[in-house]
């Protein structure tokens, strides 16, 4: 099993900064990649980042390409998301997760996840 926390969501204004950590724990070396997903009111969730534990990537969706920078920390398991430049449209709950297989893209290839962390962004 592998275990994932969120922290570091909150309530910011527009153009403004935050940055997210996801600590992993438990049988941490069972998955390839862990990234995050965010998940807005009424909308399905949705891939934002990955990072690979091999170097890989990383990857990111179109969205926040520039402006959100996913890093890990292998020595504390820890992952994070810079997230700079927000807008509205980035409110949401945003979620770590755990590689399993396949394409990044889709929630079905995530094996763990976190129990999310709350992004608002006011305009």
């Known amino acids: 099993q592998v275990q994932l926390v969120e922290s570091g969501g909150g309530l910011v204004q527009a153009g403004g900064s935050l940055r997210l950590s996801c600590a992993a724990s438990?049988?941490?070396?069972?998955?390839?990649?862990m990234g995050w997903f965010r998940q807005a009111p009424g909308k399905e969730r949705e891939f934002v980042a990955a990072?690979?534990?091999?170097?890989?990537?990383?990857y990111y969706a179109d969205s926040v390409k520039g402006r959100f920078t996913i890093s890990r920390d292998n020595a504390k398991n820890t992952m994070y998301l810079q997230m700079n430049s927000l807008k509205p449209e980035d409110t949401a709950v945003y979620y770590c997760?755990?590689?399993?297989?396949?394409?990044?893209?889709?929630?079905?290839?995530?094996?763990?996840w976190g129990q999310g962390t709350q992004v608002t962004v006011s305009s």
């Open positions: 997760a755990a590689h399993r297989s396949g394409s990044y893209v889709y929630i079905q290839n995530w094996a763990y």
């Open positions: 438990g049988r941490t070396f069972s998955y390839s990649a």
């Open positions: 990072i690979d534990w091999s170097g890989s990537g990383p």
